[in-house]
């Protein structure tokens, strides 16, 4: 039997990336999932390609007042049952201490851990029907973060504690388990453009420094969404409040070599 066999998963922010990879390894392990973000032909596509039977599509900024409802309202209209959210969209920009205002700290803060909250707030009585749970996508630049990445990384760290407390809580209190992994730097299209935007070259994720890539290239997609299906399956268990950085070496306490410390991470 599929791992997830009959679950109904909101994966949000799935129009592209991450999201996508994880809303497409949700169907192919048995799942029906909400697809959810802003990118409406990209969205329809996904949609096209998992079939309409096992996915629907929600696009919508979710800070939209009412978004969380609207989506949990869509999952139990169109399958009948929720079991899982993954919290994955998230605003991804450059910031420091010179250029970021409090209109920019405070949009951070909402998609990236307001917003969360409210779709966990949400999706909880469902979740609590099914002994249901969640799985929150960070960042390892929640452990601290480059200088361009303040008000990104606070945000993820904020999302990181959000997690521990609610999955403690919420185990407790009705059996929904809570979780977070941390990716590292993974080659989704929007980072290829942020690079690209930077001046990399074409070829840039060929030529990377083996500091910040041992294993001679960064993380994909399809590698994150196969550790999400572990965390969303019943084979989890009972584990909740865990937060684990998917990277390809020590992200805490890391001692990089000088000659290739100053190679930009983003």
């Not at 048995?30 to 996915?55: F, K, W, Y």
């Not at 390892?140 to 990104?152: F, I, K, M, R, T």
């Not at 904020?158 to 990716?183: F, H, K, S, W, Y």
């Amino acid at each position: 039997m599929s791992r997830l066999q009959s679950k109904v998963i909101v994966v949000t922010g799935s129009c592209t990336g991450i999201g996508q990879a994880i809303a497409r390894r949700c169907v192919a392990e048995g799942a029906s999932v909400i697809v959810h973000g802003l990118q409406q032909e990209q969205g329809d596509e996904l949609v096209r390609e998992l079939g309409p039977e096992r996915a629907v599509l929600h696009i919508e900024d979710l800070t939209n007042d009412g978004c969380p409802r609207r989506i949990v309202d869509l999952a139990v209209t169109r399958f009948g049952r929720l079991d899982a959210i993954v919290n994955n969209a998230a605003m991804i920009a450059t910031g420091n201490i010179h250029n970021t205002d409090a209109a920019l700290f405070s949009r951070f803060l909402a998609i990236n851990t307001l917003a969360p909250y409210l779709m966990i707030q949400a999706a909880l009585p469902q979740l609590q029907k099914n002994h249901g749970s969640v799985l929150n996508i960070g960042s390892v630049n929640a452990h601290s973060g480059e200088p361009d990445l303040l008000p990104y990384s606070v945000s993820k760290g904020a999302l990181m504690t959000l997690t521990r407390n609610l999955g403690d809580t919420l185990m407790r209190e009705c059996g929904v388990r809570v979780n977070q992994i941390n990716p590292g730097w993974v080659h989704t299209e929007a980072e290829d453009k942020r690079k690209r935007a930077e001046g990399f070259p074409d070829n840039w994720p060929s030529g990377l420094p083996k500091v910040f890539a041992p294993a001679g290239r960064i993380l994909l997609p399809q590698e994150i969404a196969a550790a999400a299906v572990y965390w969303l399956a019943d084979e989890s268990g009972p584990v909740s409040g865990q937060v684990v950085d998917l990277e390809q070496y020590p992200f805490i306490g890391r001692n990089p070599p000088k000659d290739e410390s100053a190679f930009r991470n983003g």
